[in-house]
């Protein structure tokens, strides 16, 4: 455990040389990202967090901003000693929280690599949508968020192939504390439209989507990564949402080169 900000945050710090920060989507713990720390090419330091509130680090209660667990991240570097600029990769609420690492502490990143997610903010259907999740979880737990997301979550053919990283991944959800999740909900719900910052970004940027993704589909994404001037992308098949856990092969090869085209 790291403190931050009087937070205990759960970090998994592996390998060396390069920093690559991986954050995970809600509300999901650092697990998510095993394939990927597995298979990083020598020469690349692995950051995978727990967020406030998620897996093992601490839960605060209330409203967890995008921009707090933002500064949380920045903290996090601070105290492993890493002030180099990061890759950071995001998944689905990474991405949110990249959008407020990227407008704060601009010089401390080296390159982006957004993965199913979305600039834009909530439509107020979505917020309503939250705010009943929020209210049912509070009231009879996490077994709501799991049945409701796990479905949206994955590609139809991932529950066959993949069923127990699925299951396994429906097990944090349900471990998951009611508040922390209320807290994460209060924070995405709130967080504003990023459109307007794409045009700006100047870091190499990789845009990353699962093929069947139902919550940021494949037009979304290619639409958000032709915003942002020389970004690449690249569609995962056979994957949903969870592109990174359910073609591991392909999101790790489309990573592996991005990395490889940064060295060079």
């Given at each position: 455990m790291i403190r931050v900000a009087g937070v205990a945050l759960q970090v998994l710090d592996q390998g060396q040389g390069q920093p690559i920060l991986f954050v995970h989507g809600?509300?999901?713990?650092?697990s998510m990202w095993n394939a990927q720390v597995a298979a990083l090419?020598?020469?690349w330091r692995a950051i995978v967090p727990d967020l406030r509130?998620?897996?093992r680090s601490q839960v605060t209660p209330g409203t967890v901003t995008m921009e707090q667990m933002a500064d949380d991240l920045a903290g996090l570097l601070d105290?492993?000693?890493?002030?180099e600029p990061v890759v950071y990769?995001?998944?689905?609420?990474?991405g949110y929280i990249a959008w407020q690492f990227l407008r704060k502490y601009p010089a401390r990143l080296r390159a982006?690599?957004?993965?199913?997610?979305?600039s834009t903010a909530d439509t107020p259907e979505a917020v309503q949508s939250r705010m009943k999740m929020l209210d049912h979880v509070l009231r009879a737990g996490t077994a709501y968020v799991a049945e409701g997301m796990m479905p949206r979550l994955f590609a139809a053919e991932s529950f066959q192939r993949i069923g127990e990283q699925i299951e396994s991944l429906r097990q944090i959800i349900l471990a998951s504390h009611p508040q922390s999740i209320a807290a994460a909900l209060r924070g995405i719900a709130a967080r504003p439209d990023s459109t307007p910052a794409l045009a700006g970004i100047t870091v190499p940027t990789l845009v990353l989507?699962?093929?069947?993704?139902v919550i940021t589909p494949v037009a979304e994404a290619r639409s958000m990564a032709a915003a942002i001037p020389?970004?690449?992308?690249?569609?995962?098949?056979?994957?949903g949402h969870m592109a990174p856990l359910e073609n591991p092969r392909a999101f790790n090869a489309a990573l592996a080169g991005f990395l490889a085209r940064l060295r060079a």
């Open positions: 809600f509300p999901l713990d650092h090419p020598p020469g509130g998620c897996g105290e492993l000693g890493i002030h990769c995001g998944l689905s609420m990474g982006l690599v957004l993965c199913d997610t979305r989507v699962g093929e069947h993704d020389g970004a690449q992308f690249e569609i995962i098949p056979r994957a």
